[in-house]
């Protein structure tokens, strides 16, 4: 098909989306920053199952608690993308650690150095050219005069050779977005198309993740479970195990000075845990979006996914899974309006209504979104209180650590009332919380289902009232 798409950025949403597009015969070109042996993380992530087997992945079963089956990493496969431990449940602890509660973990715990070759291997395979060492700089589009989305055309985006320092304008029929939080090409764009605002502080979190060495005599006395310690220091502190010899140690915290260093929490950890040893394997720690998703992803020749539109789970910070997914949706409604010699704004609008109306992920992490900045600002004391008193139950934590906003029904409600009898401030900080999510769920359910720029500007608008934002 002579229709050609030029991807920035090389992260999972990015190359699962070549791959796809090449398999349905478009020309498809990713400029990547980076190098291949660098692509993905240096440590493994919890990522959304859905999305690892909706991407093709051969997933693996469980067998007791180790994860089975060809692409888990074992001494035979080192570069296998599953870490051999299970976490089919999880233990949620309050900030003080005195209640506990066990939720359906969605997750799988997978190598992302080995999972970005992997995908980065299948997209080559599929046709798609990846070039490396090409850093996207800006867009290159012509204005149509309208205000808003539809106020541009892109032809294409700058992209500078990292190695000789030369820029060179690269032509495209769609250019899509996928580098990550930093989002420099939507960022590039007029501001009157509503694409172009950059993530404020409290869009982020602050995290820090380590593979520790463990003694293997000591750990089977210090039993470290799988664990989130949920709401402490406005974010969360967790360990999840690898294997006999290897744990993960992690925090994450709201990108705030105030608040302390991620590194610190994970430190004072191990130092209650003689089993954890000095030795560091792997890690890193960076900025991770966290905050609502973008209105709108697409413009005329030009679309964005993963972490660049937002699209992580607010209350962990997981994004892959969100990055493959819409990364998926974005093949099939390109792979559409190629066919169809299409690249303008309402044919691409498809991707808006896949992620706002046929799943309910957008309406769920835009409310989560809320949710998550009255939460953190309640405190390590009162989050334990709501543990502690039932009123944030199983259920409602099981959803929000899986990425869905749940309403409270009138049962609940009058429940929490209850229990919350002496404690009104709490509650009522909590309800506001609740509520605003409840209001900004119900607004993006109705998101506008086709491009229409009248209807879309007093959707906005009246988004704008509800998020403040
Ligand atoms: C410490 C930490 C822990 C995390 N833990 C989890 C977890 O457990 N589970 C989970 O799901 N998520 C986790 N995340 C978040 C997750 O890493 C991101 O949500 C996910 O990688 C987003 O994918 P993406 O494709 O949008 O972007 P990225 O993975 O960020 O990929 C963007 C790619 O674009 C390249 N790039 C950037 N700018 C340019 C440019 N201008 N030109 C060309 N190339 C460019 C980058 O080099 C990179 O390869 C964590 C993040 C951090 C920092």
């Not at 570069?79 to 359906?104: M, N, R, T």
Request: include cysteine.
């Amino acid at each position: 098909m002579n229709y050609r798409v030029v991807i920035c950025g090389a992260g999972p949403g990015g190359v699962v989306l070549a791959r796809e597009l090449s398999r349905a015969g478009l020309e498809v070109f990713i400029y990547e920053k980076g190098y291949y042996a660098g692509l993905g993380h240096d440590w493994s992530d919890a990522v959304e199952r859905v999305a690892l087997e909706a991407a093709g992945l051969e997933m693996p079963t469980l067998a007791g608690n180790q994860w089975k089956g060809k692409l888990v990493k074992t001494e035979d496969n080192p570069v296998g993308l599953f870490e051999p431990h299970a976490i089919p449940f999880l233990q949620l602890h309050s900030p003080d650690y005195y209640s506990v509660k066990l939720i359906e973990f969605r997750m799988i715990t997978t190598d992302r150095r080995n999972l970005g070759q992997y995908l980065a291997d299948e997209a080559l395979a599929a046709g798609a050219k990846i070039k490396y060492g090409y850093e996207g700089l800006e867009l290159i589009y012509t204005e149509t005069g309208e205000q808003g989305p539809h106020g541009v055309e892109i032809e294409g985006l700058k992209v500078r050779n990292l190695e000789s320092g030369a820029v060179e304008d690269v032509r495209a029929d769609l250019v899509v977005e996928s580098s990550g939080f930093n989002a420099a090409l939507r960022c590039s764009l007029p501001e009157y198309t509503g694409m172009a605002r950059h993530f404020r502080d409290i869009d982020f979190g602050f995290v820090n993740r380590e593979v520790r060495r463990r003694d293997r005599e000591k750990a089977r006395i210090d039993v470290i479970p799988d664990h989130y310690r949920y709401g402490f220091h406005t974010g969360y502190q967790w360990s999840h195990i690898h294997n006999e010899e290897l744990i993960d140690v992690g925090a994450g915290v709201r990108h705030d000075p105030n608040n302390p260093d991620p590194k610190d929490i994970i430190e004072e950890f191990i130092s209650r845990h003689e089993s954890i040893l000095a030795e560091k394997i792997r890690g890193g720690r960076s900025l991770c979006i966290v905050g609502p998703p973008l209105n709108n992803f697409v413009t005329n020749g030009f679309l964005i996914i993963g972490d660049a539109a937002s699209t992580s789970i607010p209350t962990t910070g997981c994004g892959v899974g969100s990055a493959i997914l819409v990364g998926l949706w974005a093949a099939e409604i390109i792979s559409e309006a190629a066919r169809e010699g299409k690249k303008d704004i309402a044919a691409l609008w498809g991707v808006n209504t896949r992620f706002y109306l046929d799943s309910n992920r957008g309406a769920s992490l835009a409310a989560l979104s809320a949710l998550r900045t009255v939460l953190q600002d309640l405190g390590n004391e009162k989050l334990s209180f709501l543990f502690r008193s039932d009123i944030m139950d199983k259920y409602t934590l099981e959803d929000a650590v899986n990425g869905i906003f749940t309403k409270p029904t009138i049962n609940k409600m009058i429940a929490t009332l209850f229990k919350g009898l002496f404690k009104p401030a709490v509650l009522l900080q909590l309800n506001r919380g609740i509520s605003s999510g409840s209001r900004i769920y119900n607004h993006y359910r109705n998101y506008p289902p086709f491009w229409n720029p009248d209807t879309y500007d007093k959707w906005c608008r009246e988004a704008k009232k509800i998020t403040n934002y």
